[in-house]
């Protein structure tokens, strides 16, 4: 008998349920850990985003955001001042009373000095959050924040509580309509249902990083759902076997070639504009990902109306990019490393590429790299020359501007357009200056920009509810369920 059938057939003696209230997901990455609030992987927010824990707003399938832990809120004149009016009722999974308390010591603590939050950005407008009587909070912000609701629906910004937040990495605490069952590390986290929110009895992620062995594992059974196939040559044999639904849609993943801008020779432009001009999308998107995938000229969703297509101004033109090299004074290349994670748009981008730049006369040594290596080597310390990864956050060009990011990229003019947008709350204005940026950023050739990572969804036909599109990194379940 199989390993994940017994893991089943233990669940429904432990939760009393049916077959049909259950479900197997396959994911391809195993988080560090599962505390949103002080951890960049999106593996986190596969898991527990929706699930587990909740914050005051959230996003939908389609991107809106939604009121969640706040049932409405009220902006005064100067869109300085917000007042939310928490969800009557809730409680943590240990039995704790979600109050406004726990509003203030969630943001106060993300926004600390010692923070370990890896989108403390998004908190940089407060000012000041207080719990005005246990239902309602007041968050003051010391400068015009158009985005703030937009900010808060990140997995970023969840509300812990301050009695088990230090627990959250191992044994996560929250609000949300499943709770936290137990995590076998190297093989799976399973989830309970909370609350009669949720339709499932249990979820199980289990963690499969190899492409051919998730198909393997939808094929016998072991698994029901893969939320993101990480084999998207099997899709057009899984389309039409008539067991499985195929679902391609969209993500927030702009998958760029990251170039170390602190390191030399990737501090001069013509550099980076070489790197743009030796690398063919279209080559990418069909030899890794067969043919899922769009391509981008920046770090911007094409599905977005602000969206500008810049693939023209770099178009695949190795001889531009010698000429280029040549007048940075390489004329005979040189050498760089190539650090890839685990997910395969990474590891067989990184060979095509490697190929790619090797005709320009840039030599490229890959060196893979597990996902907990790459936050540490790479997101934390910068340790690197290139990488590739899909950075799957919502609308998150304002990267380009922080004072410290991995990729170490510095433009006054950039910083100054993101600034004017933090106090611009017109849409046509919005939409404006996020154009600017990416031209700005194209035009720098800060990264290579690659393509939008498809989301390409595959679960047993009968299953009702799973997301077709990724406007975060989430597998929300609340509404999924079995038919009879």
């Given at each position: 008998?199989?390993?994940?059938?017994?893991?089943?057939?233990?669940?429904?003696?432990?939760?009393?349920?049916?077959?049909?209230?259950?479900?197997?997901?396959?994911?391809?990455?195993?988080?560090?850990?599962?505390?949103?609030?002080?951890?960049?992987?999106?593996?986190?927010?596969?898991?527990?985003?929706a699930?587990?824990?909740?914050?005051l707003?959230?996003?939908?399938?389609?991107?809106?955001?939604?009121?969640?832990?706040?049932?409405?809120?009220?902006?005064?004149?100067?869109?300085?001042?917000?007042?939310?009016?928490?969800?009557?009722?809730?409680?943590?999974?240990?039995?704790?009373?979600?109050?406004?308390?726990?509003?203030k010591?969630s943001?106060d603590?993300?926004?600390?000095?010692?923070?370990?939050n890896?989108?403390?950005?998004?908190?940089?407008?407060?000012d000041?959050?207080?719990?005005?009587?246990?239902?309602t909070?007041?968050?003051?912000?010391?400068?015009?924040?158009?985005a703030?609701?937009?900010?808060?629906?990140?997995g970023?910004?969840?509300?812990?509580?301050?009695?088990?937040?230090?627990?959250?990495?191992?044994?996560?605490?929250?609000t949300?309509?499943?709770?936290f069952?137990?995590?076998?590390?190297?093989?799976?986290?399973?989830?309970?249902?909370?609350?009669?929110?949720?339709?499932?009895a249990?979820?199980?992620?289990?963690?499969?990083?190899?492409?051919?062995?998730?198909?393997?594992?939808?094929?016998?059974?072991?698994?029901?759902?893969?939320?993101?196939?990480?084999?998207?040559?099997?899709?057009?044999?899984?389309?039409?076997?008539?067991?499985?639904?195929?679902a391609?849609?969209?993500?927030?993943?702009?998958?760029i070639?990251?170039i170390?801008?602190?390191?030399?020779?990737?501090?001069?432009?013509?550099?980076?504009?070489a790197?743009?001009?030796?690398?063919?999308?279209?080559?990418?998107?069909?030899?890794?990902?067969?043919?899922?995938?769009?391509?981008?000229?920046?770090?911007?969703?094409?599905?977005?109306?602000?969206?500008?297509?810049?693939?023209?101004?770099?178009?695949?033109?190795?001889?531009?990019?010698?000429?280029?090299?040549?007048?940075?004074?390489?004329a005979?290349g040189?050498?760089?490393t190539?650090?890839l994670p685990?997910?395969?748009?990474?590891?067989?981008?990184?060979?095509?590429?490697?190929?790619?730049?090797?005709?320009?006369?840039?030599s490229?040594?890959?060196?893979?790299?597990?996902?907990?290596?790459?936050?540490?080597?790479?997101?934390?310390?910068?340790?690197f020359?290139?990488?590739?990864?899909?950075h799957?956050?919502?609308?998150?060009?304002?990267?380009?501007?922080?004072?410290?990011?991995?990729?170490?990229?510095?433009?006054?003019?950039?910083?100054?357009?993101?600034?004017?947008?933090?106090?611009?709350?017109?849409?046509?204005?919005?939409?404006?200056?996020?154009?600017?940026?990416?031209?700005?950023?194209?035009?720098d050739?800060?990264?290579?920009?690659?393509?939008?990572?498809a989301?390409?969804?595959?679960?047993?036909?009968?299953?009702?509810?799973?997301?077709?599109?990724?406007?975060?990194q989430?597998?929300?379940?609340?509404?999924?369920?079995?038919l009879?």
């Open positions: 008998m199989r390993v994940v059938t017994w893991i089943v057939a233990a669940l429904l003696l432990a939760t009393g349920a049916s077959a049909k209230d259950m479900l197997t997901l396959g994911v391809t990455l195993e988080p560090d850990h599962l505390d949103p609030t002080a951890g960049a992987a999106a593996a986190i927010d596969e898991i527990v985003y699930n587990v824990f909740e914050g707003t959230r996003f939908d399938e389609t991107g809106a955001v939604k009121p969640q832990l706040a049932t409405s809120w009220t902006i005064s004149g100067d869109g300085l001042t917000y007042t939310f009016a928490l969800k009557p009722g809730v409680k943590f999974h240990d039995g704790a009373a979600l109050t406004s308390a726990d509003v010591f943001f603590r993300a926004r600390a000095p010692d923070s370990v890896a989108q403390k950005g998004l908190f940089a407008a407060i000041k959050v207080e719990a005005v009587d246990p239902q909070a007041r968050v003051t912000l010391a400068r015009s924040e158009g703030l609701l937009f900010n808060l629906a990140w970023d910004a969840v509300i812990v509580s301050p009695a088990s937040a230090a627990g959250n990495k191992t044994n996560p605490i929250g949300g309509p499943f709770r069952q137990r995590w076998v590390q190297g093989d799976r986290v399973q989830l309970v249902r909370a609350d009669a929110r949720a339709k499932l249990a979820a199980t992620f289990k963690f499969i990083p190899d492409p051919a062995a998730q198909v393997a594992a939808l094929l016998a059974g072991d698994i029901d759902v893969l939320p993101n196939a990480a084999a998207p040559e099997a899709l057009q044999q899984l389309s039409v076997d008539r067991r499985f639904e195929v391609v849609g969209t993500t927030e993943g702009e998958t070639l990251a170390n801008n602190a390191r030399k020779p990737f501090d001069d432009v013509r550099v980076r504009q790197l743009s001009y030796a690398v063919d999308r279209k080559a990418i998107i069909d030899g890794a990902m067969y043919g899922y995938g769009t391509p981008i000229g920046t770090h911007f969703a094409p599905h977005h109306p602000a969206y500008v297509d810049l693939t023209g101004l770099y178009p695949y033109d190795p001889a531009k990019a010698r000429a280029l090299l040549q007048a940075a004074g390489l005979q040189f050498k760089a190539l650090k685990p997910p395969s748009y990474a590891r067989r981008g990184g060979e095509i590429i490697a190929a790619q730049l090797k005709q320009i006369g840039v490229v040594e890959i060196v893979p790299v597990e996902w907990a290596q790459w936050l540490s080597q790479v997101f934390r310390d910068s340790d020359d290139l990488t590739i990864v899909s799957t956050e919502p609308m998150d060009i304002e990267i380009y501007g922080r004072e410290k990011y991995y990729f170490n990229y510095r433009s006054d003019p950039v910083r100054a357009a993101l600034r004017a947008l933090d106090r611009t709350p017109g849409e046509a204005e919005r939409f404006g200056l996020y154009r600017q940026v990416e031209r700005l950023i194209a035009e050739a800060a990264n290579v920009f690659l393509f939008q990572l989301k390409t969804g595959v679960w047993r036909r009968g299953l009702v509810g799973m997301w077709r599109s990724s406007p975060v989430a597998n929300d379940l609340t509404g999924v369920y079995w009879e």
